[in-house]
């Protein structure tokens, strides 16, 4: 009986040897601010024993947009947490312990968690906050935590390594990749949520002329992507989109005749 070397062993045990976890991830425009930001991390307890500081240095020109230098972050971070988060954060009386019980706790409500945050978009007109910043102090709105959401507000987002999440590739700029990142995790699977993790954020957020035109990119980044479509494999042919009764109806032994004719009718 032939015998084969222990691959899957061998790379498991290089990951636990590398395996950190968090990544304290950064895009940095002003290091006063990022060297605030990690301070209050490393004395809340997130310490180099196991947790990596990785930016990218976006000093005097933004030599990396969000979507883009998050996506390098995703990829490279080796922690089995990576937060991506703004500079101009800092913690408050929460730290890396009531974080692990969070994350922790999260696990037990929702297996399928991808990412977490402090603020998101619940349904139309119900936010969940819980988070300080310019407009208001010590808000918790929105629960009882953790409350699912359909977005994430970028300023502390944790995003769960094992999920191999991105961010699109075909989208650039410096605002709505949390919304992004959450919709990609739900078509993959997973679910997103606002936990109690409080901490101040120094930017009040700002909707300029940039925001606007990414969230219309946006829009019609998943228009195109989740259109109604026919998809021939090389064994069966089914029809997919948002649509109940058009789904059953096309993929019904009358449907399929009905567009194989279509297809043999139209000229190559």
Not at 45 to 70: I, K, V
Not at 140 to 145: D, E, I, S, T
Not at 205 to 225: N, Q, S
Request: aromatic share 10%; glycine share 8%.
């Amino acid at each position: 009986m032939t015998s084969f070397p222990p691959f899957t062993q061998a790379a498991d045990v290089r990951l636990r040897e590398d395996r950190l976890c968090y990544s304290i991830c950064t895009l940095v425009t002003k290091v006063d601010d990022y060297q605030k930001m990690t301070a209050s991390f490393q004395q809340g307890g997130f310490t180099s024993a196991d947790c990596e500081y990785l930016f990218l240095d976006n000093r005097g020109a933004n030599s990396f947009d969000a979507f883009q230098g998050y996506n390098i972050f995703l990829s490279a971070a080796r922690g089995d947490y990576i937060i991506l988060c703004h500079q101009d954060i800092e913690l408050l009386e929460n730290g890396r312990a009531d974080l692990d019980a969070l994350l922790e706790s999260l696990t037990q409500h929702d297996r399928n968690w991808g990412l977490c945050g402090n603020a998101g978009g619940i349904r139309p007109g119900a936010l969940a906050l819980r988070i300080s910043d310019p407009h208001g102090a010590n808000v918790a709105q929105g629960g009882p935590f953790p409350a699912k959401v359909t977005s994430l507000d970028e300023n502390f987002i944790v995003v769960r390594r094992d999920a191999n999440l991105a961010l699109s590739n075909n989208l650039s700029g410096f605002h709505l990749y949390g919304t992004d990142l959450c919709i990609i995790s739900y078509i993959l699977g997973y679910h997103a949520y606002v936990i109690d993790f409080h901490l101040l954020h120094k930017s009040p957020g700002k909707t300029d002329h940039t925001f606007f035109k990414l969230k219309h990119e946006l829009i019609d980044k998943y228009y195109r992507a989740l259109r109604p479509r026919w998809v021939t494999t090389t064994c069966t042919l089914c029809f997919i989109s948002g649509h109940f009764l058009l789904n059953i109806i096309m993929n019904s032994s009358i449907g399929r005749k009905i567009i194989k004719r279509i297809g043999k009718r139209t000229p190559r």
